[in-house]
C-alpha cells in the first residue's frame, strides 16, 4: 500500500529573526530615556534568553520592549516558556526565558489524536520531535493541517514538505 502525499508538522522557531528581535530591544533600551542610568540587560545565554532589570518593574517594561519586536519580526510568542523571576547580585532582579522547539511527546500524542478524530484517511507518526502525516488524497492532508490549524494548541505548528 504505498502512501502518495506526506507532510511533516513542526515547531521551529525562526532563531535569525529572534536574534535580530533581541538585537534591536537592547538598542531602543540603551536610547530610552526611561532606561537612561538603570541595570537593564537582554542577554542571549546559549538557546535561551536571560533578561537583567534593577527591579520588577523595571524588569516587566523591558520584557514589554522585547515582546513588541518579536511581534514586530512576527516570532509567535508561544516560542517562549518565561521562567519565574529571581534576585540576582547587585539587588537587580533576573528572568530566564525557554526558547521552545520541537514537539513535546505528550502535546505529540494529542495532535496524533486530534487527527484520528477528523476521520480521514491519513496515517500520522511520530519522529523525535515532529510528526509525519501520509495519506493517498492531498485534499485529506490539507483538512488535516486546517483542522489543526484552528485547534488551539499551546505551541506553534508549521506544516513542511508538503508533497
Known amino acids: 500500500m504505498p502512501q ?4 511533516d508538522i513542526v515547531s521551529k522557531p525562526n532563531r535569525q529573526e529572534i536574534d535580530n528581535a533581541i538585537q534591536m530591544a537592547i538598542k531602543e533600551i540603551t536610547t530610552r530615556f526611561d532606561f537612561k542610568g538603570s541595570i537593564s540587560k537582554i542577554e542571549k545565554e546559549n538557546q535561551d534568553i536571560k533578561v537583567t532589570a534593577e527591579d520588577e518593574f ?3 517594561q523591558v520584557l514589554s520592549v522585547l515582546q ?6 512576527k516570532i509567535d510568542l ?3 516558556d518565561y521562567g519565574k523571576i529571581d534576585q540576582a547580585l547587585g539587588s537587580t532582579v533576573k528572568q530566564l526565558i525557554k526558547v521552545k522547539q520541537g514537539i513535546p511527546q505528550e502535546q505529540a500524542k494529542e495532535i496524533n489524536k486530534l487527527i484520528k478524530a477528523c476521520g480521514l484517511k491519513v496515517q500520522s507518526q511520530i519522529q523525535a520531535d515532529e510528526i509525519r502525516v501520509f495519506g493517498k488524497k492531498l485534499d485529506d492532508l490539507q483538512a488535516v493541517m486546517a483542522k489543526l490549524r484552528v485547534a488551539n494548541l499551546p505551541l506553534v505548528l508549521q506544516f513542511v514538505n508538503y508533497r
Open 4 to 7: 502518495d502525499h506526506s507532510f
Open 78 to 80: 508561544k516560542f517562549f
Open 58 to 60: 523595571k524588569l516587566k
Open 68 to 73: 513588541d519586536k518579536l511581534i514586530k519580526r
